[in-house]
């Protein structure tokens, strides 16, 4: 069943088998034994990626929930058993992973060495659904203007992170208190991930222009590097500093005042759980932490 999900998540056997430590021989005589099994094909090769068939369309989605299932089972059965133990599937968005994981799992690892952590990353909405379809256990992600779609889950808002513009240390505004929109219209810009370019170009258009994007990147260090090169200016989550700031750019406020919002998604059954209520406790401390500097 992990497989199979897998397979829907990357696309293709060679990936699937990487993420989950086997061989791609292994996982394609794994997926022919269940055709066999079931009598009629389960994926197909359509150009580079595999598609699955209806038949294993359906047998994911069935993979999915019980998947799930087993998940919130094995959870709930920790929390009749009141371990301060278990496992917690985190999946971050990296900035995040950045700043904010290490100091809550330090903590966690100290108070309680028997709860063992893993993270992945994802953007929302991809983060959120893989704590939807039980892959991970708690989403920690962000927001600009709509809240994502994540009815059914908790929802746990941890803190509001202001965006800043990067600009080279000669730029001519890099000495100003604070920055207009308006006056980097001229300007090549570098983006970040979809939702964030989505979000610079919604507001720069209602300041009356629509950014020149030429560079886009989710790497936090080559954003810097490009803004350090005279390559374009950017707007990044303040957050993202905390972990690194080259000393050859600057960053200011930017006005319009630019924001996103973080948040923390689980199942609300899961938060009953010591191990998961143990984490989300690390991590609002750590939110706490970071929002008051």
């Known amino acids: ?3 199979l999900r897998e397979i829907a998540r990357t696309g293709s056997y060679s990936a699937a088998a990487t993420n989950l430590g086997y061989t791609q021989p292994a996982i394609s005589q794994q997926v022919k034994a269940l055709e066999r099994v079931y009598g009629t094909p389960l994926l197909v090769r359509l150009g580079r990626r595999m598609h699955f068939t209806e038949a294993g369309s359906e047998l994911v989605r069935s993979a999915q929930v019980i998947l799930a299932g087993v998940a919130a089972a094995e959870q709930r059965v920790d929390a009749i058993a009141g371990r301060r133990a278990g496992r917690v599937r985190l999946v971050v968005f990296p900035s995040g992973s950045a700043t904010l994981v290490p100091p809550a799992a330090a903590q966690v690892r100290r108070d309680h060495p028997g709860i063992r952590m893993s993270l992945v990353e994802a953007e929302p909405p991809e983060s959120i659904e893989l704590v939807r379809s039980g892959e991970c256990d708690l989403a920690l992600t962000f927001a600009f203007l709509d809240e994502p779609n994540a009815a059914g ?8 992170d202001p965006l800043v513009v990067l600009l080279p240390s000669g730029h001519s505004l890099a000495t100003a208190k604070t920055v207009s929109l ?3 219209s001229e300007e ?3 983006a970040g991930c979809a939702l964030c370019r989505g979000h610079l170009v919604r507001i720069c258009q209602t300041v ?3 950014p020149d994007i030429s560079f886009a990147t989710d790497d936090n260090l080559a954003v810097q590097a490009l803004v350090a090169a005279d390559l374009g200016v950017a707007v990044v989550p303040e957050l993202l500093l905390t972990a690194a700031l080259r000393p050859d750019i600057v960053a200011r406020p930017v006005n319009p005042e630019m924001r996103r919002e973080v948040f923390l998604y689980t199942w609300p059954d899961l938060m009953r759980v010591p191990s998961v209520r143990t984490t989300v ?10 929002s008051s500097r």
């Open 1 to 3: 069943m992990r497989m």
């Open 208 to 210: 009356g222009f629509e």
């Open 188 to 190: 090549q810009w570098i």
């Open 182 to 184: 308006a006056d980097l």
């Open 281 to 290: 406790d690390a991590l609002r401390q750590v939110a706490r932490s970071v």
């Open 153 to 160: 889950l908790l929802q746990v808002r941890l803190f509001s």
